[in-house]
């Protein structure tokens, strides 16, 4: 009876020795598995927590309202591709670059990862880069509103033709990237000093008018040229031409070209761009009456070959 009961108390030692000794030896392998495995992986095997990217964005050189907009597109095309490209961390600069060879340098010399200006920029024509050839604005940029002074409203309503505008002198300041493409069209281009001489120097008669696009002349004129004094906006003539912008990225991040890609992809197929679009610039296009403008039409010889056929959009609603 003895050796019977100890026989059972070793049987169930051995049965519970045993036991401890799989379920150890389970909870084990899960602990190396949970470690050896990527970090929070989702449903399709991606790992969610990927290396943050700082992403190095030049926003100078170019108007309040521009950077604004940029910046917003920028950001929005980063969350889009978030899941599939990880975090990303925005580093904002908005230095400015006035000498021409300095903002070609941007990427080369300056270590920045994408800005945003108009495909075919002259000044970085001779510059390794990578153009996303998918436009930004619609092709607002290209729509001009025209700055002259208030003496001169007379004049400008009688203008109907090209050759009428041509008779006139057209204030640019100096190395701004559309004073080729009006020279290309037969304009009288007065190409000098900065952005912040501009209005005194139309003012003070050294040329005839002076451009913006659409999306910007408001605030161009309300910050800038309302303060000079004698000038108004034009309200009756919009010349056009083709001046799409787009993000340039430097040559050697081609893994962030292929998500900005993306990203534009995707905010441009489900209503993103769109609603950030009408949400900056809905109102300058009722306000400005661009549908009602006489329009004078140039040609960009500027274009990009992936870009030559480009329609804007814009006032297609």
């Known amino acids: 009876m003895y ?3 100890a026989l059972i108390f ?3 030692k051995l049965f519970l020795g045993i036991k401890l000794f799989i379920v150890t030896a389970i909870l084990s392998v899960s602990c190396y598995s949970a470690a050896a495995a990527p970090a929070d992986t989702n449903s399709n095997g991606t790992n969610s927590k990927k290396i943050i990217a700082d992403v190095k964005f030049w926003n100078a050189n170019k108007t309040t309202s521009r950077q604004i907009y940029e910046l917003a597109v920028l950001k929005a095309t980063l969350d889009a591709t978030q899941a599939t490209h990880g975090k990303w961390k925005l580093i904002e600069d908005k230095t400015d670059y006035p000498a021409a060879e300095d903002e070609a340098s941007v ?3 300056k270590g920045f990862d994408i800005f945003a200006t108009v495909a075919g920029n002259t000044k970085l024509a001779n510059e390794k880069k990578i153009i996303i050839p998918i436009p930004l604005m619609k092709g607002l940029l290209g729509y001009r509103i025209l700055i002259i002074r208030e003496s001169d409203r007379e004049k400008f309503a009688g203008i109907t033709t090209a050759e009428q505008l041509q008779a006139l002198r057209l204030g640019i300041p100096n190395t701004w ?7 290309h069209n037969g304009y009288p281009v007065v190409e000098k000093g900065s952005f912040d001489e501009l209005f005194t120097r139309l003012r ?9 696009g659409a999306n910007e002349v408001d605030g161009v004129f309300n910050e800038r040229a309302k303060a000079v004094g004698q000038l108004a906006m034009e309200s009756s003539l919009l010349v056009y031409y083709p001046f799409p912008l787009v993000f340039y990225v430097n040559p050697a991040n081609p893994a962030l070209a292929e998500r900005i890609t993306s990203g534009l992809k995707i905010i441009g197929s489900n209503g993103v ?3 950030l679009f009408k949400q900056h610039y809905g109102k300058f296009i009722d ?6 403008r006489h329009v004078i039409a140039l040609k960009n010889p500027m274009l990009p070959i992936e870009m ?6 814009v006032l297609m609603d």
Do not use: I, T
């Open 308 to 313: 030559a056929d480009f329609k804007p959009s």
């Open 10 to 12: 070793f049987s169930r």
């Open 273 to 275: 761009l769109d609603a």
């Open 204 to 212: 003070d008669k050294e040329f005839d008018y002076v451009s913006f």
């Open 177 to 183: 990237a559309d004073a080729g493409l009006f020279r």
């Open 107 to 109: 990427f080369r010399n």
């Open 287 to 292: 306000n400005l009456k661009l549908k009602q």
């Open 3 to 5: 050796q019977q009961s």
